[in-house]
T-cell receptor
Framework: RKEVEQDPGPFNVPEGATVAFNCTYS??????FFWYRQDCRKEPKLLMS???SGNEDGRFTAQLNRASQYISLLIRDSKLSDSATYLC??????????????FGRGTQLTVWP | DAGVIQSPRHEVTEMGQEVTLRCKPI?????LFWYRQTMMRGLELLIY????????DSGMPEDRFSAKMPNASFSTLKIQPSEPRDSAVYFC??????????FGSGTRLTVV
């Protein structure tokens, strides 16, 4: 089983829609998680960190289900500018946000007008 | 803050040639990472350094790849000899305690 697995999509949604992505991880000891955003032909950028059951930042909500070992990212009221690839990220070392990070393959989102 | 600076942005080279990619991390960051991204394999960690010391190079594909960090503000990734299958985007990233990774803009390498 891969360290991090994501549904690659693509997800195509209209503006204003709510969309959710899921990600599963294999290391049950993992304590912290991240969502990164990558625009086409650009570098990945940190979107959100998830350290407990979840985190909310404006239209974005990240949730963690430790029992099932999955993380979700919910985007409400989608904007055209949300179109990107969203990467689920899990540290290799339990409890450490430093060192090796495992990146999922990413979920592609396109928001259309 | 200028962020993580990588050079060159694009590199096209012939098979068998030596390629050197360069990275300047964010000042004060004590971790530096080299990643490779391809459509087939996604983002793969090649090697990372802590305080200029290589900690994990298990992702380096083979002996043709080498990385150095002679000081806190500079790192290189070298491929010698290069092969077409090395074509990818190579990202450098840096971090420090309490902060996530910051990636550079990447070097798009094409080996023909």
């Amino acid at each position: 089983r891969k360290e991090v697995e994501q549904d690659p999509g693509p997800f195509n949604v209209p503006e204003g829609a709510t969309v959710a992505f899921n990600c599963t991880y294999s290391n049950s000891a993992s304590q912290s998680f991240f969502w990164y955003r990558q625009d086409c032909r650009k570098e990945p950028k940190l979107l959100m960190s998830v350290y407990s059951s979840g985190n909310e930042d404006g239209r974005f909500t990240a949730q963690l289900n430790r029992a099932s070992q999955y993380i979700s990212l919910l985007i409400r009221d989608s904007k055209l500018s949300d179109s990107a690839t969203y990467l689920c990220v899990v540290p290799a070392d339990r409890g450490s946000t430093l060192g090796r990070l495992y990146f999922g393959r990413g979920t592609q989102l396109t928001v259309w007008p | 803050d200028a962020g993580v600076i990588q050079s060159p942005r694009h590199e096209v080279t012939e098979m068998g040639q030596e390629v050197t990619l360069r990275c300047k991390p964010i000042s004060g960051h004590d971790y530096l990472f080299w990643y490779r991204q391809t459509m087939m394999r996604g983002l793969e960690l090649l090697i990372y350094f802590n305080n200029n010391v290589p900690i994990d190079d298990s992702g380096m594909p083979e002996d043709r790849f080498s990385a150095k960090m002679p000081n806190a503000s500079f790192s290189t990734l070298k491929i010698q000899p290069s092969e077409p299958r090395d074509s990818a985007v190579y990202f450098c990233a840096s971090s420090t305690r309490g902060f996530g990774y910051t990636f550079g803009s990447g070097t798009r390498l094409t080996v023909v």
